[in-house]
């Protein structure tokens, strides 16, 4: 039986497309950690990796997280 992901499950991100969209929404950087760019909005706060290409799904979390709209 095959395992039925959504669609655009293994669809991707470049990281820097996604912090250009993320500042240009008012978040920026708070610090760099070992693995990790933290990201600050008002209240809210999230993780990015560091990895060049981010899946969609991680992406949409990331944008969740700051209450910013996710459009691919």
């Not at 991100?13 to 929404?25: A, D, G």
């Amino acid at each position: 039986m095959a395992l039925m992901r959504p669609k655009g499950y293994n669809e991707i991100t470049k990281r820097k497309e996604l912090i250009k969209y993320l500042e240009n929404y008012g978040a920026f950087l708070l610090r760099e950690g070992r693995r990790h760019s933290i990201y600050h909005r008002g209240k809210y706060r999230t993780e990015i990796p560091r990895h060049n290409e981010i899946v969609n799904e991680l992406a949409r979390k990331i944008c969740r997280d700051l209450d910013i709209p996710f459009v691919k």
